[in-house]
């Protein structure tokens, strides 16, 4: 029990509300981990199957036993759970752009303001959500009716259209980075920061007491106690 | 005599756009836990397609461990952690390492499971991988930290330590 309120609760400042989320930290970006995870190498796996013929003295030499239909498998279950975790990464994400703040003054290396870039996240997130599942039922239709007898089990248009996805994507993790990273959106440090508050005073989390009293490894010009605790001038 | 191979820092204290290490994660995160979930269902059905799908899972996500640990100790060493960042930043370094000698000896593991029999894992192995299951999670949460709690390389927080002000 110790343990578990020093992991998920933490501090009552990072419990509720510093970084404007009912939670300690944002949910949506953990689901994108296995969105693009899955995808990605669902594709991957689908163009090293097509390729396999080039690929068998590899394998032999590497002494892993390789089938294409394995790599098919692959393929195909990993374009599935894409499919059915990206319907909770997008309805996450759309539940952390309702209760963002973001500053109206900071522009992006894109140079879009937060608002611009959330709205254009939103409907890219929604964009790829029906890809992927459009992608999904047509590798399903490949691998149990049309190309059933075939030894290829996907079209090179499937794996083409994959590689185009891979590029949407960059796009939209592109924007999603900006959000974190030059907005803040959702960063407990950031909105300290702009609310002109010292995270090193703010963020009391039990490491961090720890910290306050280091072990002495060796001369050190920063850190807990070397010195009058700042609060950041506004 | 090598600082001028790689562009000046930006304003997320990095030589290229954006943070590349939680990138490659998705490749250790999402295949570890859906190898793990495959396996699983494999071992309870009996399913011969998953335990392969399970395998090779767990190969991608150990290939990717070493690339995410490679931009991990870049981003790192460039993330001017500032005292109450300090101490997660270490036990992520920490587990990270563990991590890929632990993903690499149970991958080791499943191959050679794989290539006395296809179609079928020991409950160890299956044990094993819960243990490995929570210690990826723990690491998920502490990389969560350093980005959304700490801010380490957002634009906010590198301003702020390059003006002296967060130590």
Same mark, same amino acid.
Do not use: H
């Given at each position: 029990m110790m343990l578990f309120s020093t992991l998920v609760l933490a501090e009552p400042i990072l419990a509720a509300g510093a970084n404007g989320l009912p939670y300690v930290?944002?949910?949506h970006p953990n689901l994108v981990h296995l969105t693009l995870g899955l995808f990605i190498v669902a594709i991957a796996f689908d163009i090293v199957a097509a390729l396999y013929p080039l690929e068998k003295p590899i +394998?032999?030499?590497?002494?892993?036993? $390789? =089938? *294409? *239909?394995?790599?098919? %498998?692959? @393929?195909?279950?990993?374009m599935v759970a894409a499919a059915i975790v990206t319907f909770f990464t997008v309805a996450a994400g759309f539940y952390e752009i309702i209760l963002a703040d973001p500053p109206d003054d900071v522009v992006s290396p894109w140079g879009m303001n937060a608002t611009d870039t959330m709205v254009w996240h939103g409907v890219g997130g929604v964009l790829l959500l029906a890809l992927i599942v459009g992608m999904t039922i047509w590798r399903g239709f490949q691998r149990y009716l049309w190309?059933?007898?075939?030894?290829?089990?996907?079209?090179? *248009?499937?794996?083409?259209? @994959?590689?185009?996805?891979?590029?949407l994507m960059f796009a939209q993790g592109t924007l999603g980075a900006h959000l974190g990273g030059d907005f803040g959106v959702h960063v407990?440090?950031?909105r300290l920061i702009y609310s002109g508050v010292n995270p090193n005073e703010a963020i009391d989390m039990p490491l961090a007491k720890t !910290?306050?009293?280091?072990?002495?490894?060796?001369?050190? %010009? +920063?850190g807990p106690g070397s010195g009058p605790e700042e609060v950041l001038a506004d | 005599m090598f600082e001028n191979l790689l562009p000046p820092l930006n304003n997320h204290n990095l030589p290229y756009p954006d943070t590349i290490h939680p990138i490659v994660v998705h490749f250790v995160?999402?295949?570890?836990?859906?190898g793990v979930v495959c396996? *699983?269902?494999?071992? +309870? =059905?009996?399913?011969?397609k998953l335990f392969e799908v399970g395998w090779w899972n767990m190969v991608f996500a150990t290939i990717s461990i070493f690339v995410a640990i490679i931009f991990g100790q870049l981003e790192a060493g460039l993330a001017t952690p500032y005292a109450a960042a300090a101490g997660d930043l270490n036990l992520h370094t920490l587990l990270g390492w563990s991590l890929s000698a632990l993903l690499a000896a149970i991958t080791g593991w499943r191959y050679i499971i794989r290539l006395k029999n296809p179609g079928a894992i020991p409950d160890a192995y299956l044990g !094993?991988? $819960?243990?490995?299951?929570?210690?990826?999670? +723990?690491?998920?949460?502490? @990389?969560?930290?350093?980005?959304?709690v700490y801010g380490l390389h957002t634009e906010a927080v590198v301003e702020a330590a390059r003006e002296g002000l967060l130590k």
């Open positions: 930290v944002p949910i +394998f032999k030499f590497l002494a892993i036993p $390789a =089938t *294409s *239909s394995g790599l098919y %498998d692959v @393929g195909w279950f990993n190309r059933e007898d075939r030894a290829r089990q996907v079209d090179w *248009s499937y794996l083409l259209a @994959g590689l185009l996805i891979f590029a407990t440090a950031d !910290m306050k009293d280091p072990r002495v490894v060796g001369s050190r %010009d +920063f | 995160i999402a295949m570890v836990l859906f396996d *699983s269902i494999a071992y +309870f =059905t009996n399913n011969k !094993m991988n $819960a243990i490995l299951t929570v210690i990826v999670l +723990f690491q998920v949460y502490l @990389g969560d930290k350093l980005v959304w």
